[in-house]
């Protein structure tokens, strides 16, 4: 089995800034794309920024120039770095990795959330 737990969300002041750990622990050979996600509330969950083993990223657009994705491969963790936040950005960001497990499997996990709340 494997987990994601994040961590690092809270409440931040207009214009502030965040950095998320999401942390993959378990039957890990190695970790695959690993993304973020956020949803708000009444509102479809939404990706935020992917990254790649590589290091290849991708970002929405509404978060571009804004948030920064990166990885630690050896710690099988992934950062979310989230400058400028504004009132928009509120919402419950999620972890998700497409992992290599150790029985040689790829499979999809998601972590349980963490809330981010920006205040105007």
């Known amino acids: 089995q494997v987990q994601l737990v994040e961590s690092g969300g809270g409440l931040v002041q207009a214009g502030g800034s965040l950095r998320l750990s999401c942390a993959a622990s378990?039957?890990?050979?190695?970790?695959?794309?690993m993304r973020w996600y956020r949803q708000a509330p009444g509102k479809q969950r939404e990706l935020v920024a992917g990254?790649?083993?590589?290091?290849?990223?991708n970002y929405a657009d509404s978060v571009k120039g804004r948030f920064t994705i990166s990885r630690d491969n050896a710690k099988n963790t992934v950062y979310l770095r989230m400058n400028s936040l504004n009132p928009e950005d509120t919402a419950v960001y999620y972890c998700?990795?497409?992992?290599?497990?150790?029985?040689?499997?790829?499979?999809?996990?998601w972590g349980q959330g963490t809330q981010v709340t920006v205040s105007s």
């Open positions: 990254i790649s083993s590589g290091g290849l990223t």
């Open positions: 378990g039957s890990i050979f190695s970790s695959n794309i």
């Open positions: 998700n990795a497409d992992v290599w497990t150790t029985r040689g499997r790829l499979e999809n996990y």
